[in-house]
């Protein structure tokens, strides 16, 4: 733990120096060509079941194409869920809701609704939805006894299980955002978000009609395929990082800093992650445009040091593999507590 300092009083010093520095300006022309590229990735994989024989080798280039098209127009819609494209919240939310609801099926109000609780309570064992899995994941100690009644044999299993869990994130987010739009949506915006949700289903489904089972096979592995780079994306941020037990008391500061990793940057994670690999800097300053996290990162680093708080940072491989091995030692602690 850092040693006893004014959090409060230091963060506002940060986000002075930050503000100064124009990082929290919005970045229109970027987001302009960001955005694009980002639908044209998608609509180019999209076009590819209709201009190739099917094959399994198209199978697969087409589903790796739809795949990672749609979760850079995803990445896209979290900025805009974030307010960091544009300086209107409503203007925001039309973006975010074409990328997820109307693009991809999946509930905006939704996700943004997780994923704002996620931002308030990271690695909070009980009240980050990012940590739930359905139950089905163990990160730390403190999440296998906030749950006494988790099955022993997906403990044991879970550092094989979880990757597997992961290919059907798209499916599971699918079905929560229906049941999120159902139960707590009332009025103009339930009647919007089911239109919009819809008339994106229909739209997938529509290629059934030329294409066949062909489009469905392209369908399921694009999915299947977005899932595993989706938690390729998202696992080095905070897992094997301090986990709280309900109730921790930490300053926005702290919890945002302590619970967070960057993937090193260079230019390829820096497209390919869509700016997540900077996670100390996104979850310090969830509007700032992504194409200033680099220059924040120059700021942010050597203020965590003269501070005494940790921060973490590894190249991609190196935290996938610290993961994994945190999902096993997990698992053996906590069934030679079950043995016990």
């Known amino acids: 733990m850092a040693p006893a300092f004014d959090a409060q009083g230091a963060y506002g010093e940060l986000r002075l120096t930050v503000v100064e520095a124009g990082l929290l300006d919005r970045a229109y022309a970027y987001y302009l060509g960001r955005t694009g590229l980002s639908f044209v990735l998608l609509a180019a994989g999209l076009s590819l ?13 087409s589903g790796i194409a739809v795949g990672f098209g749609s979760v850079q127009v995803a990445l896209i819609g ?11 919240a409503r203007r925001n939310f039309a973006l975010g809701s074409v990328c997820w609801s109307l693009a991809l099926g999946i509930s905006f109000r939704y996700w943004q609704d997780r ?19 359905a139950g089905l994941v163990a990160y730390s100690e403190v999440v296998t006894r906030a749950r ?9 299993y879970q550092a094989v299980l979880g990757p597997l869990y992961a290919l059907f994130l798209p499916f599971a987010f699918r079905v929560e955002g229906w049941q999120f739009t159902l139960r707590h949506l009332r009025g103009a915006r339930r009647a919007i978000e089911v239109c919009l949700l819809i008339v994106s289903t229909v739209g997938w489904l529509l290629p059934v009609a030329a294409l066949g089972w062909w489009w469905l096979g392209v369908f399921l592995l694009s999915q299947i395929l977005a899932g595993l780079y989706l938690a390729l994306a998202i696992a080095p941020n905070h897992k094997g990082m301090p986990m709280w037990p309900p109730g921790t008391v930490l300053t926005f500061l702290e919890r945002q800093v302590l ?9 390829v994670w820096d497209f390919v992650f869509g700016g997540l690999n ?18 924040a990162r120059r700021i942010v680093k050597p203020f965590c040091a003269v501070h005494g708080l940790h921060y973490e940072e590894m190249g991609a491989f190196a935290s996938y593999w610290l993961v ?15 043995a016990v």
Do not use: C, K
């Open 115 to 133: 994923h704002n609780r996620h931002h308030t309570h990271t690695n909070d064992a009980a009240a980050d939805p990012d940590l739930q899995w």
């Open 49 to 61: 079941p209709f201009l190739l024989t099917p094959s399994v080798p198209a199978l697969i280039v």
């Open 278 to 295: 900077y996670q100390v800097e996104h979850h310090l300053f969830p509007n700032m445009p992504r194409r200033n996290f680099a220059r």
């Open 78 to 88: 979290h900025d805009a869920g974030h307010l960091a494209v544009f300086s209107s």
């Open 324 to 338: 994994f091995t945190e999902l096993r030692r997990v698992a053996r602690t906590a069934s030679a507590q079950v």
């Open 148 to 156: 006494p009644n988790r099955s022993a044999w997906l403990t044991r």
């Open 259 to 267: 619970s967070s990793r960057n993937v090193a940057p260079n230019p």
